[in-house]
């Protein structure tokens, strides 16, 4: 797909249903803190066909948003190796995988990291500008973005006339203005009471299950991991459950 046609298009389905998004063969990362070392996450083999929506699950320190910064090219792994969609991240080069990271990947973290002196529109449009899509193709993808998460009314509304569960879904938008393969969800519903939380996770749900885009959610609630079609929890660094929605082990 070109990049006009990226910028003309929604959400689109990405990927069929037997390619694997990712394959992890003994990853491992490990990091030194005041002279002790962490191991944040411990030998793990794990398969992850595209078009999932996992949910990551696990208290603090269980090392689920190592795995998340493994699986978003963010940090490289301390041995193991990693592929994504057939190739080997360990291999590629550093400029590689910034462009990865800029064009396949979408992040949405528990900070909305809005820039404050612009408007929604404008927060999601930028998005694009490293892509080198032109201003009218950026303003009218905002746009179609913004309206799909709820927020046509908030076009041109800075960051600080919008709630938190508003600020969440411009993030969203912000993270799928490229039409990543794969969406991932650092505890989003962490700055977020109860009820704004469930509606934000439901957008979440919503969007992949109508374009089938990748979603990989970090959470210690398990009410919103449910929602998921499949579960992995985490306990200091090692896989301790990994469920489909029927309970099901998910074979490795």
Known sequence: MTIDEVARTGITEMTGPSEIAYRLRKVERS??????????????DLDIPAGEMVAMEGPSGSGKST?????????VPSAGSISFFGRELGQLSDRRLTDI???EIGFVFQQ??????????????????????????????????????????RLEHLPSRLSGGEQ????IARAL????????????????????????????????????????????????????????????????????????????
Do not use: W
């Open 31 to 44: 990091y030194s803190r005041g002279g002790v070392l962490v191991r944040a996450v411990r030998p793990m």
């Open 67 to 75: 795995l998340l910064q493994l699986l978003g090219c963010l940090e």
């Open 101 to 103: 990271r800029r064009e």
């Open 112 to 153: 909305f990291n809005l820039i404050p002196t612009l408007s929604a529109t404008e927060n999601v449009a930028v998005a694009m500008v490293p892509a080198k899509v032109r201003h009218d193709q950026r303003v009218a993808r905002a746009h179609e973005l913004l309206d799909r998460v709820g927020l046509g009314h």
């Open 168 to 171: 969440q879904r411009v993030a």
């Open 177 to 252: 203005a490229n039409s990543p393969k794969v969406l991932i969800a650092d505890e989003p519903t962490g700055n977020l009471d109860s009820e704004t939380a469930g509606e934000v996770i439901g957008l979440i749900a919503d969007l992949h299950r109508d374009s089938k885009v990748t979603v990989l959610l970090a959470t210690h609630d398990a009410e919103i991991a449910v929602q998921s079609d499949r579960r992995i929890r985490l306990r200091d660094g090692v896989v301790t459950d990994d469920l489909d929605k029927r309970g099901s082990v998910t074979p490795p």
